[in-house]
């Protein structure tokens, strides 16, 4: 799956450089990877039998990290941006089944029992939200998980002193009015103050694909 990555807009251009590489050493501790595990016995308990499973914008892989503690048997693949980060992700998984480059530019007729995406959609430029969506549907076998920041009305926020590279909106709303396969299976809410397991402020929802 790698692939030479050409870049269409700003916040592919952002997460590729300087900017994605420090986010790489802010998020790879072992506190992360133990509320992950807990976010995802609790976003995944209505899942079951997943034989394979896809991250939009893995990272270094900490969700997959945690993924595989508890599905250790699942195949699993990912979509990157950032080197960087890649280099770390071929760690925890084959890099035959890692494609570098933007989500816009990714393209496969393969689908996943299980498609993720964590902490992306709000850096995608809005205006690519569509075609996103397009193929997180496309992907889904069975079960679609989007954990964003949530909002009813669609805003723009400042991000580490950076203007338009955080949107929030009713994502996973967005996708179920437009794809009358996918309904809601479950959903829920993470608080950066929990005192066991925190996240950072995230809304979760697990989609489920009719067919």
Same mark, same amino acid.
């Given at each position: 799956m790698v692939n030479m990555p050409s870049y269409v807009t700003d916040q592919e251009r952002f997460w590729a450089g300087d900017f994605g590489n420090n986010y790489i050493e802010r998020n790879n501790s072992k506190d992360l990877l133990a509320s992950n595990i807990n976010f995802f016995s609790e976003s995944l308990r209505r899942v079951n039998d997943l034989k394979s499973c896809i991250e939009f914008g893995a990272n270094i892989g900490m969700n997959i990290r945690a993924l595989k503690y508890l599905y250790p048997s699942?195949?699993?693949?990912?979509i990157e941006? /950032? #080197?960087?980060?890649?280099?770390i992700l071929k760690e925890t998984i084959p890099i035959e089944n890692i494609?570098?480059?933007?989500?816009?530019?990714?393209?496969s007729i393969e689908t996943w029992d299980?498609?993720?995406?964590?902490?992306?959609?709000?850096?995608?430029?809005?205006?690519?939200?569509k075609k996103t969506y397009e193929k997180l549907v496309k992907s889904t076998k069975k079960y679609l998980l989007i954990a964003e920041y949530y909002s009813r009305n669609p805003e723009a926020l400042n991000y580490r002193g950076?203007? /338009? #590279?955080?949107?929030?909106?009713?994502?996973a709303g967005e996708i179920l009015d437009s794809y009358p396969e996918i309904k809601l299976e479950d959903y829920g809410f993470k608080y950066h103050k929990d005192i066991n397991f925190p996240q950072d402020d995230i809304s979760w929802f697990l989609l489920k694909k009719i067919k």
């Open positions: 699942v195949n699993y693949n990912a941006i /950032n #080197k960087n980060a890649i280099e494609f570098e480059g933007s989500i816009n530019e990714f393209n299980l498609v993720i995406i964590k902490g992306v959609l709000i850096h995608i430029n809005p205006d690519f939200l950076f203007s /338009n #590279k955080l949107y929030k909106r009713d994502f």
